[in-house]
């Protein structure tokens, strides 16, 4: 990664680091936590009044997306569900609730704050199909072909390797699985100077792809089926986008040195299946993801 990839990316994590602390502390104040200062393009208001009475107030006040992706991923009873850049918990929350008992919901992040206030906010909401991981969106831990669908909310265009992302994505989903995520992607005449001049970074507007760029992008990991929908304007040229797209069900089976890695992570073995198992006998499941500090948690 280059020197400004990694200045790019510290400069993401201090931002929702410091947004997770504001919502944290005001949680603990009398008025209850404030909501991370957006315009309306982005944030909990564009959930439905039903899906934000069910959430705790701080995963609402954390929401910093652009799009409600949990209501366009046609999510299904059983199914295991992962989010990228998951935040406060609000969309892992919401698919938990949509996947039920039998299903599971994963929150992905690379913020420590963020993941410790997503933990609060599942303890919060009594959702226990739900698991955090801490990570990059770039090299996911979790092994191969193991989730049926992935979401994410205006997290995608703040990677500055898309490629890997798309990458990424497509390994961990089964065959037939797919896409179902909300971004924000430019028009096609706009240069990536022209979109840096619309906003910053981590406000969600420079990292932006275009429509052509952001569909070679998928093409090139191998999705099919590919929409992509823009659906309210967030600054000229630039748009909010549902973004779907689907792994083919004859793609073969895929591994990487990714996913040999991911089956280790956290200190067990198959991490975050069913069939996991701690690295060191002497060590209870728990105790091996404790000592390994990953941030994996049930």
Request: some cysteine.
């Amino acid at each position: 990664m280059s020197d400004q990839s990694t200045d790019l990316r510290e400069t993401v994590r201090q931002r929702y680091a410091a947004a997770a602390v504001k919502v944290t502390e005001g949680g603990a104040a009398c008025c209850g936590p404030q909501p991370v200062e957006v315009d309306e393009n982005f944030g909990s208001a564009l959930y439905a009044a039903d899906e934000r009475d069910a959430l705790p107030a701080e995963a609402l006040a954390a929401s910093l997306g652009c799009g409600n992706p949990t209501a366009v991923a046609d999510l299904h009873e059983g199914e295991r569900v992962l989010d990228l850049g998951s935040g406060g918990g609000i969309d892992v929350l919401l698919s938990a609730r949509r996947v039920g008992p039998t299903g599971k919901a994963y929150g992905l992040d690379m913020t420590d704050e963020m993941l410790e206030l997503a933990l609060a906010n599942a303890a919060k909401a009594k959702a226990t199909n739900v698991e955090f991981l801490k990570g990059t969106i770039e090299a996911i831990p979790l092994p191969a072909n193991t989730i049926d669908v992935v979401i994410s909310n205006c997290v995608i265009n703040l990677s500055t390797d898309k490629p890997s992302v798309f990458a990424e994505t497509f390994r961990v989903l089964r065959p037939g699985g797919r896409v179902g995520v909300s971004d924000v992607v430019a028009d096609d005449s706009l240069t990536p100077a022209q979109r840096a001049e619309r906003g910053d970074y981590v406000g969600c507007i420079a990292g932006a792809l275009s429509f052509t760029e952001y569909r070679e992008g998928l093409e090139a990991a191998g999705f099919t089926d590919i929409e992509i929908t823009p659906t309210h304007p967030v600054a000229d040229g630039m748009h909010s986008a549902i973004v779907r797209a689907t792994k083919p069900a004859s793609a073969p089976a895929h591994t990487s040195a990714t996913a040999e890695s991911a089956e280790e992570c956290c200190g067990v073995t198959a991490c975050c299946t069913p069939g996991e198992e701690s690295s060191d006998p002497a060590l209870t499941v728990t105790e091996a993801r404790s000592a390994s500090g990953c941030g994996c948690q049930n």
